[in-house]
């Protein structure tokens, strides 16, 4: 586990449990928002930079602009619902591992996309990973 994990676990454990949660559904709002906005606003120059289909990015970009706007809105409340918050890790799981599977089975990326498409998968595998600990310590 990395250094940087290890302190945003650490933080997660030391702060009001609540904020944590805030705080790690408001970091993936800002990168999830900024993803899907770059994919909106430049799915052409990105599909050829990645070697995915422009057609596909600019639909995720519509996703993830969506998808953000509604964590950001749960990053909000003074209290997200841990459904709500169990909602968004199992999101981010599901788009985790399928980001792996589009790559091995039917995405023909350049070298950028291969490089690409792991890191933004685990960078959303992590926001999991935070998001999971802080909710289980704001039961507690």
């Given amino acids: 586990m990395s250094q940087a994990l290890r302190r945003s676990l650490r933080t997660a454990r030391t702060t009001r449990p609540q904020s944590a949660v805030r705080r790690f559904l408001a970091l993936d709002a ?60 199992d999101a981010n799981v599901i788009w985790a591992v399928l980001s792996v599977v589009a790559l091995v089975a039917w995405l023909e990326p350049t070298t950028a996309g291969l490089f690409w498409t792991p890191v933004q998968a685990a960078t959303v595998a992590g926001f999991a990973g935070l998001q999971w600990a802080a909710l289980r310590a704001a039961a507690r």
């Fill in 30 to 89: 800002v990168v999830t928002g900024a993803n899907g906005i770059a994919y909106l606003a430049a799915s052409g120059p990105l599909g050829e930079l990645l070697g995915v289909d422009a057609g596909l990015l600019l639909g995720l970009g519509v996703f993830l602009t969506a998808f953000a706007a509604g964590v950001a809105w749960l990053a909000s409340r003074p209290q997200p619902p841990a459904l709500a918050v169990k909602l968004v890790v």
